[in-house]
C-alpha cells in the first residue's frame, strides 16, 4: 500500500485559488477513478473535480467554506501496490446553477432536459408511489443532479439522507428501487432560500464577526448550523458591497400595461408558429433598452481606480432569478441588436441552458442594467438592490387588476408597479424618475416600441 497526496489541480486561467463548497467524499470512503470527490468555487464558475486514481481516502484537507490554493493538497489516499500506475487526467466540471427565469405574473414553461452526451442515455425508469414528500428547492450535487436527470427523476420527490439535506446518489437510486421514505418530523431537510434582488461575486468590508449565543440549554437539539459557504457567501459579499458603497435611492410608480397584454396577446401565436415563447420580458427588455438610450447615465458605471464614469455603448441586460444556490443573473447581450423576438428567443435558451447545466461563464458575464422579477409572487413593490457596479436596477411586480381612469371614466385595468433603484452617487432623482417615466411609456403605449426600435 503507498500514500498519495491529491493536489487541488488548474481551475482554468488567472484562478489561483477556489472556495471549499462541498466535500462528497469522507476518510474512509473507497473511489473510484474519475468519481466526483469534491465541488469548488472560484470567482468564474462553481466546479466539481473528479479523482484521478482509485483508492481509499486517508483525510481530507480543508472545511467547507475554506479557501484552498492551486496545487495544494486536499486529500492524502492510500492506494493499491506502490501506487505507481494511475491517470494522470483531473476531471474539472465547470457548472452553474439551475435558472429559473420568472416572467412577470406567468410561470416559465417547464424545460425538458437532454444528457450531455449520446453514450450517457439511460432508458427512462418508472418512479415509484409518491413517498409524499416535496422539496421546492432540493440541495444536491452536480453529479448528482447529472444522475438523476439522466434517469427522469424529479429531485424534488426524492427524500434526502445526506448531510445538510442533501440528497445522495445512493437517495435517488433508493427512490427508484422504492426503498425511500418520507423523512419524519425531526428529519434535518433544508429550507430554500427566498430569492434576492441582484447577483453577488465580490468581497463586503471586513468588520467584527457576529457570535451567535444559543440559549440555556443543549444546543445540539436548539441549533443546526450549516457552513454559510459558496454562491450563497459570495451573495452576502456583493449585497453587502453594494449596499455600504452605492448610495441606493428607490422610485416606485404604477403602469397601466392594458395594453401591452392586449398587443402580447395578439403577437403570441406568431411567436408560437416561429417556436418562441412569448412572455412579457421581451417587451420590458426592449422599453429598458430604448430608455436607457435616451438617458445614457444609467447605463454607465463608476470606475473608482481612475475616478471616471465610464459610459458604455452597448446594452447588455441582466434578468436576475433565483437559483438552487442563491441569486444569479443571465446575460441578455447586445439587446439592442436583437429584435422583440430574438430577445424571447434568448431569455428561452438561457432558461433552458440552465435547467439542463449548460450555461457557459460568459452567459452570466457583461450586464450592463439589471432587471429582477418575482413574476406571481411579485407583491406590491420592493427596494432592489443594484447590481454593482450598475447604477439602475428595474423591479418588475405583479400585475392585478385595478380601477383606472380613462377618459375620464373608471374602468378596470391591468396595473403592475415598477420599483427602480439608481446609485444617487451618479443619478439624480429627477434624472431616475424621468428615467422610470420613460420606461412607463413605453410600456403603457408599446407600439412606440416598433416605430423607435433599432
Same mark, same amino acid.
Given at each position: 500500500?503507498?500514500?498519495?497526496?491529491?493536489?487541488?489541480?488548474?481551475?482554468?486561467?488567472?484562478?489561483?485559488?477556489?472556495?471549499?463548497?462541498?466535500?462528497?467524499?469522507?476518510?474512509?470512503?473507497?473511489?473510484?477513478?474519475?468519481?466526483?470527490?469534491?465541488?469548488?468555487?472560484?470567482?468564474?464558475?462553481?466546479?466539481?473535480?473528479?479523482?484521478?486514481?482509485?483508492?481509499?481516502?486517508?483525510?481530507?484537507?480543508?472545511?467547507?467554506?475554506?479557501?484552498?490554493?492551486?496545487?495544494?493538497?486536499?486529500?492524502?489516499?492510500?492506494?493499491?501496490?506502490?501506487?505507481?500506475?494511475?491517470? +494522470?487526467?483531473?476531471?474539472?466540471?465547470?457548472? #452553474?446553477?439551475?435558472?429559473?427565469?420568472? %416572467?412577470? &405574473?406567468?410561470? !416559465? /414553461? $417547464? @424545460?425538458?432536459?437532454?444528457?450531455?452526451?449520446?453514450?450517457?442515455?439511460?432508458?427512462?425508469?418508472?418512479?415509484?408511489?409518491?413517498?409524499?414528500?416535496?422539496?421546492?428547492?432540493?440541495?444536491?450535487?452536480?453529479?448528482?443532479?447529472?444522475?438523476?436527470?439522466?434517469?427522469?427523476?424529479?429531485?424534488?420527490?426524492?427524500?434526502?439522507?445526506?448531510?445538510?439535506?442533501?440528497?445522495?446518489?445512493?437517495?435517488?437510486?433508493?427512490?427508484? +428501487?422504492?426503498?425511500?421514505?418520507?423523512?419524519? #418530523?425531526?428529519?434535518?431537510?433544508?429550507? %430554500?432560500? &427566498?430569492?434576492? !434582488? /441582484? $447577483? @453577488?461575486?465580490?468581497?463586503?468590508?471586513?468588520?467584527?464577526?457576529?457570535?451567535?449565543?444559543?440559549?440555556?440549554?443543549?444546543?445540539?437539539?436548539?441549533?443546526?448550523?450549516?457552513?454559510?459557504?459558496?454562491?450563497?457567501?459570495?451573495?452576502?459579499?456583493?449585497?453587502?458591497?453594494?449596499?455600504?458603497?452605492?448610495?441606493?435611492?428607490?422610485?416606485?410608480?404604477?403602469?397601466?400595461?392594458?395594453?401591452?397584454?392586449?398587443?402580447?396577446?395578439?403577437?403570441?401565436?406568431?411567436?408560437?408558429?416561429?417556436?418562441?415563447?412569448?412572455?412579457?420580458?421581451?417587451?420590458?427588455?426592449? /422599453?429598458? @433598452?430604448?430608455?436607457?438610450?435616451?438617458?445614457?447615465?444609467?447605463?454607465?458605471?463608476?470606475?473608482?481606480?481612475?475616478?471616471?464614469?465610464?459610459?458604455?455603448?452597448?446594452?447588455?441586460?441582466?434578468?436576475?432569478?433565483?437559483?438552487?444556490?442563491?441569486?444569479?443573473?443571465?446575460?441578455?447581450?447586445?439587446?439592442?441588436?436583437?429584435?422583440?423576438?430574438?430577445?424571447?428567443?434568448?431569455?428561452?435558451?438561457?432558461?433552458?441552458?440552465?435547467?439542463?447545466?449548460?450555461?457557459?461563464?460568459?452567459?452570466?458575464?457583461?450586464?450592463?442594467?439589471?432587471?429582477?422579477?418575482?413574476? /406571481?409572487?411579485?407583491?406590491?413593490?420592493?427596494?432592489?438592490?443594484?447590481?454593482?457596479?450598475?447604477?439602475?436596477?428595474?423591479?418588475?411586480?405583479?400585475?392585478?387588476?385595478?380601477?383606472?381612469?380613462?377618459?375620464?371614466?373608471?374602468?378596470?385595468?391591468?396595473?403592475?408597479?415598477?420599483?427602480?433603484?439608481?446609485?444617487?452617487?451618479?443619478?439624480?432623482?429627477?434624472?431616475?424618475?424621468?428615467?422610470?417615466?420613460?420606461?412607463?411609456?413605453?410600456?403603457?403605449?408599446?407600439?412606440?416600441?416598433?416605430?423607435?426600435?433599432?
Amino acid at each position: 500500500m503507498a500514500r498519495w497526496e491529491f493536489k487541488l489541480p488548474d481551475l482554468g486561467e488567472g484562478v489561483t485559488e477556489g472556495e471549499i463548497v462541498a466535500w462528497l467524499v469522507k476518510a474512509g470512503d473507497v473511489v473510484k477513478e474519475d468519481a466526483p470527490i469534491i465541488e469548488v468555487m472560484t470567482d468564474k464558475a462553481t466546479m466539481t473535480i473528479t479523482s484521478p486514481k482509485a483508492g481509499t481516502i486517508v483525510s481530507t484537507h480543508g472545511k467547507v467554506g475554506e479557501m484552498v490554493a492551486i496545487h495544494a493538497t486536499v486529500a492524502t489516499y492510500e492506494l493499491a501496490g506502490d501506487g505507481a500506475e494511475f491517470s +494522470a487526467n483531473v476531471s474539472v466540471e465547470a457548472h #452553474a446553477p439551475a435558472v429559473t427565469l420568472a %416572467p412577470a &405574473a406567468e410561470p !416559465a /414553461a $417547464p @424545460v425538458p432536459t437532454q444528457p450531455s452526451r449520446p453514450s450517457e442515455v439511460h432508458p427512462p425508469v418508472a418512479a415509484p408511489a409518491d413517498t409524499g414528500y416535496k422539496n421546492d428547492n432540493p440541495l444536491a450535487t452536480p453529479a448528482t443532479r447529472k444522475f438523476a436527470r439522466e434517469r427522469d427523476v424529479d429531485l424534488t420527490r426524492v427524500p434526502p439522507t445526506g448531510d445538510q439535506g442533501r440528497v445522495t446518489q445512493k437517495d435517488v437510486e433508493d427512490f427508484l +428501487a422504492g426503498r425511500a421514505t418520507a423523512p419524519t #418530523a425531526t428529519s434535518h431537510v433544508a429550507v %430554500p432560500q &427566498a430569492p434576492q !434582488a /441582484a $447577483p @453577488v461575486t465580490s468581497a463586503a468590508p471586513s468588520r467584527e464577526p457576529v457570535r451567535i449565543t444559543p440559549p440555556a440549554g443543549d444546543a445540539k437539539t436548539l441549533e443546526d448550523r450549516i457552513p454559510f459557504a459558496g454562491m450563497r457567501r459570495k451573495i452576502a459579499t456583493k449585497m453587502a458591497q453594494s449596499k455600504q458603497t452605492a448610495a441606493h435611492f428607490t422610485f416606485v410608480e404604477e403602469c397601466d400595461v392594458t395594453a401591452l397584454k392586449e398587443l402580447r396577446a395578439r403577437l403570441k401565436p406568431a411567436a408560437e408558429k416561429s417556436g418562441v415563447k412569448l412572455t412579457f420580458l421581451p417587451f420590458i427588455v426592449k /422599453a429598458v @433598452v430604448a430608455a436607457l438610450k435616451k438617458h445614457p447615465q444609467l447605463n454607465t458605471a463608476l470606475d473608482e481606480s481612475t475616478n471616471e464614469l465610464v459610459y458604455r455603448k452597448y446594452y447588455n441586460i441582466g434578468m436576475a432569478a433565483s437559483t438552487d444556490a442563491g441569486l444569479m443573473v443571465p446575460v441578455i447581450k447586445d439587446a439592442d441588436r436583437k429584435s422583440l423576438l430574438e430577445v424571447a428567443s434568448e431569455i428561452e435558451r438561457l432558461g433552458s441552458d440552465a435547467k439542463a447545466g449548460r450555461l457557459k461563464a460568459e452567459d452570466l458575464q457583461g450586464s450592463t442594467f439589471t432587471i429582477t422579477s418575482l413574476g /406571481a409572487q411579485g407583491g406590491l413593490f420592493a427596494t432592489p438592490i443594484l447590481n454593482f457596479p450598475e447604477v439602475g436596477i428595474l423591479g418588475i411586480h405583479q400585475m392585478k387588476q385595478k380601477p383606472v381612469v380613462k377618459n375620464n371614466q373608471i374602468v378596470i385595468g391591468d396595473v403592475m408597479l415598477l420599483s427602480l433603484s439608481f446609485d444617487h452617487r451618479i443619478v439624480d432623482g429627477h434624472v431616475g424618475a424621468a428615467f422610470a417615466y420613460e420606461i412607463i411609456g413605453y410600456l403603457e403605449n408599446p407600439d412606440r416600441l416598433f416605430l423607435e426600435m433599432g
